[in-house]
């Protein structure tokens, strides 16, 4: 059985390293074949909503766009219900494929079998 990796990445353009590591990590696992849910939480939250992942810039990284792409592509990106809810992010904001889901899923997720879950 394949291996599931879930990503919760909790920086955004505060962090801007760490940020670009959780996501630059999901695009390859998912090119890799690796099962991908990629979770957006506190300042990343943002990059749910069009057009954001575009403002963000790091000299050396790819673009957030095209990871972005790369990991709804093949696998899955979901926003932490409390963290939309505190930005008014509603699921008619976010672009197409992100979901909105809360902690009970999240842990569900991590706790499968054959996962592993990661913290950016």
């Known amino acids: 059985m394949p291996k599931k990796l879930v990503i919760k990445v909790t920086a955004g353009a505060d962090a801007p390293e760490r940020c670009s590591q959780a996501f630059t990590v ?5 090119a890799s ?19 954001r992942a575009a403002e963000f810039e790091l000299p050396h990284a790819a673009p957030l766009p095209d990871l972005i792409d790369s990991i709804l592509a093949g696998g899955g990106i979901t926003l932490c219900t409390q963290c939309a809810a505190r930005r008014d992010i509603t699921e008619a904001d976010v672009l197409e494929g992100v979901r909105i889901a809360g902690a009970q899923v999240f842990v569900q997720e991590a706790m499968a079998d054959g996962a592993q879950a990661l913290v950016y």
């Open 33 to 51: 074949g690796v099962e991908v849910s990629l979770w957006l939480t506190g300042e990343s939250a943002w990059f749910a909503l069009p057009g």
């Open 26 to 30: 999901a695009a390859v696992a998912v």
